[in-house]
């Protein structure tokens, strides 16, 4: 190995331990609660039965659900299926950087979208109400990227 | 709200043609109006009557502090202080000693009487051109002594329209929502008070949620999105009979209200299944119709004052942007492309101008474009505003404005602000809680 070799590898090394504090100081500041502008945390997360969370998040402006969020509507479906005498409700709420009655209505729709995920497996949707609250009820009252992260979701609560 | 019919107004003298003075309203408050507002004289029998029914000491006095207040929150007027004031107000009402004026730099001079006469408030005032040394204006009212603060009012309006040649905006209301409590769990209130913040009653107890009152334009209903059950649906409350009702029998939640120009209809959004359209609903025979049909979200609607063209918020191209349409939901036009995204537009009252909210850039601006898209001017920015309601002249916003909360989640705070066309005169309306989501009356007295 000639000095230009060693100089070589060292220089390799060094860019990779660069690239891997990189990693490490990113995944700091999101401390692993946000991906893709998606909450993943469980800070406001309750269960509708144990193993079963009752909220889905969302992306900004988006109502478009994540594999994660499927995951949990599942669970959800399957509790319901199991639980026949109940109904619920699902709140859809957005994050207070937008007008109030966009809100509203983007708010209806999240709460739709995981309505609709639930008939797919079966659920039937005289089980299932729907109920915006827009930006009128955050559970975070933060004003920065993880609190609108949390507050941007859908929530099934019982309804008897 | 009917109290229009109660006000008795007479023309002392014929107008003057030639006015010298006049202000500019299209450039701002750069350089204000000196002007002095004398105390109302009034004699010692009829001050005592009025202490006894109004309980104020001097209501000739008081009545002139109303009109000083509206001169100055205007931004066009400096109302001079009293102090300087030479000559006595009943001497000066009946010939005004215009060198003691010129003096103190006064421009222009408001002067007047108060009588007790028949139980009734009879007020007359006079616009003086210091300058000219000429009477403008006079004239005289009559009306129950417990409008005396909205006499202040007219007298504004009509001082107003004399020296900037447009109508007024200060005999008018603001309904609002007051709020109070947690920012995760608001407690929200409808609320009326007059536009200088006086006067102010909550309509609703804070039981419900209730959002984005907007008034008829007779004043006398408001309509407004409300909770009540958690059955959010548009409601139409009678202001003076206090009687609700809910507009139309839509299966999911109806929001965004207006009222047409002629007051007929209530335009609204409806959302079912995640998608939210335009509809309209005739007042009278109860007809609905469904404006927009598109599978995005379209809200915010807002007539145009000839009641031909709806502007209204829709993301069909992928984000909010605003749009214009023909009343009957042909033509749609988008008429934003700036960057960002667009929001609550409303129509000004003359027509010629669309307010709106915008975000970029993670901040939010209050600004006002033509109807066609073009001329864009953002008058204001800051963390969080929205929701502009023009003054009935067009002149004026009133929007709201929250605070950004700290690491802690603590310090929200929502409160009226107001803005002159210009971009000039940026002010806090005062109320007595938080505040948002605020709608201009028309003129009460009209």
């Keep these: 190995m000639n000095l230009s070799k060693i100089l070589k590898n060292g220089i390799l090394v060094l860019i990779a331990s660069l690239v891997l504090s990189a990693c490490a100081t990113q995944k700091k500041t999101t401390t692993g609660q946000i991906q893709s502008d998606v909450y993943t945390g469980s800070d406001s997360v309750e269960y509708l039965a144990s193993g079963v969370p009752d909220r889905v998040f969302f992306a900004t402006n988006e109502t478009v659900l994540t594999t994660a969020s499927r995951e949990t509507l599942r669970k959800q479906a399957g509790w319901l299926r199991k639980n026949s005498k109940f109904s619920v409700v699902l709140e859809g709420h957005a994050d207070e950087r937008g007008t109030r009655e966009y809100n509203l209505a983007l708010g209806e729709r999240r709460a739709n979208s995981a309505k609709d995920y639930l008939m797919t497996y079966g659920i039937s949707s005289d089980r299932i109400s729907v109920l915006s609250y827009g930006k009128e009820r955050p559970v975070d009252s933060g004003s920065n990227p993880l609190a609108w992260s949390k507050n941007r979701r859908s929530v099934t609560v019982k309804a008897n | ?446």
């Design chain 2, 1 to 446: 709200m009917l109290l229009r019919y109660f006000f008795i107004l007479i023309v002392l003298l014929p107008l003057k043609a030639f006015a010298l003075i006049e202000v500019d309203i299209t450039r701002g408050n750069l350089n204000p109006l000196p002007v002095a507002v004398s105390p109302l004289s009034i004699d010692e029998e009829s001050r005592e009557s009025f202490k006894k029914i109004l309980k104020k000491e001097n209501i000739g006095s008081e009545i002139a502090i109303v009109v000083e207040n509206n001169l100055k929150q205007s931004g066009l007027f400096n109302p001079l202080n009293k102090d300087a004031f030479l000559q006595k107000p009943d001497i000066a009402n009946l010939k005004p000693r215009f060198e003691d004026w010129n003096l103190i730099k006064a421009q222009a001079l408001i002067t007047g009487k108060v009588t007790f006469v028949d139980k009734k408030l009879r007020v007359e005032f006079r616009l003086w051109d210091v300058l000219a040394g000429k009477e403008m204006m006079a004239l005289a009212f009559t009306t129950v002594p417990s409008n005396w603060r909205r006499v202040g009012h007219i007298i504004t309006d009509k001082v107003y329209e004399r020296l900037t040649g447009e109508t007024g905006y200060f005999d008018t209301r603001i309904i609002y929502v007051a709020e109070e409590g947690l920012k995760t769990n608001r407690i929200k209130k409808l609320a009326i008070m007059d536009q200088d913040g006086f006067n102010n009653k909550f309509l609703t107890l804070g039981n419900e949620l209730v959002l984005t009152p907007r008034f008829s334009p007779t004043n006398q209903m408001v309509t407004y999105l409300s909770y009540f059950k958690n059955l959010p649906r548009v409601y139409l409350l009678d202001i003076e009979t206090g009687m609700q009702e809910v507009v139309g029998d839509f299966p999911g939640m109806t929001f965004a209200p207006r009222f047409s120009p002629d007051g007929k209809k209530i335009i609204m959004s409806f959302a079912k299944d995640g998608n939210s359209d335009i509809y309209t609903m005739d007042l009278e025979n109860r007809i609905v119709e469904r404006i927009t049909n598109h599978p995005s979200i379209d809200t915010s609607p807002s007539f145009s004052p000839d009641g031909k063209f709806i502007t209204f918020n829709s993301d069909r191209s992928g984000y909010q942007q605003i749009y214009v349409m023909n009343s009957n939901g042909k033509n749609v036009k988008r008429i934003t492309f700036g960057n960002g995204l667009y929001g609550t537009p409303v129509w000004s009252p003359r027509g010629d101008l669309i307010a709106f909210t915008k975000l970029h850039k993670g901040k939010f601006y209050i600004g006002v474009m033509r109807t066609d898209g073009t001329g864009e001017r953002l008058l204001t920015e800051n963390f969080y505003q929205e929701a502009p309601s023009w003054s009935p002249n067009g002149r004026v916003l009133i929007f709201y404005r929250e605070t950004k909360t700290n690491s802690k989640g603590e310090g929200f705070s929502a409160k009226l602000w107001s803005i002159d066309l210009t971009g000039y005169n940026e002010k806090m309306v005062e109320t007595m809680t938080d505040a948002s989501d605020p709608s201009w009356s028309s003129l009460l007295n009209n």
